[in-house]
């Protein structure tokens, strides 16, 4: 029983760890300089999150829109998108997916 405990607090740091981590992530890749809060270009978090919501129960949908993201496909042709590596735009979308918080 010890080791079911064990197991479903582990569980539960690694959830709320990738979710700092991703937003740590936003951070060193500049994405807070448009998308915070503010009245900057970018949309919001919030705004990202209800936007791609809709792709909570796709598989690879987070690889998907990464490369489109980096591509230039979504938004506009944004450098700071086309810089990111393939697996930090998908690690970014995935957070965006679950709600970006």
């Known amino acids: 029983m010890k080791s079911f405990y ?3 607090l582990a569980l539960l740091l690694l959830i709320t760890g990738n979710a700092h981590a991703d937003r740590q992530l936003a951070i060193r890749n500049g ?3 448009c998308h915070a809060d503010t009245d900057l270009d ?3 978090w919030p705004e990202l ?3 791609y919501e809709k792709y909570q129960s796709q598989v ?6 990464g490369e489109k993201l980096r591509q230039g496909k979504l938004f506009k042709n944004i450098k ?3 810089k990111l590596s393939p697996t930090s735009a998908t690690e970014l979308m995935q957070w965006i997916i679950d709600g970006a918080n």
Not at 60 to 65: E, R, S
């Open 31 to 33: 994405c807070m300089s």
């Open 42 to 44: 970018g949309p919001s």
């Open 60 to 65: 690879n949908a987070a690889t998907i829109q």
């Open 80 to 82: 700071a998108h086309k």
């Open 6 to 8: 064990f197991f479903t």
């Open 49 to 51: 999150a209800a936007k």
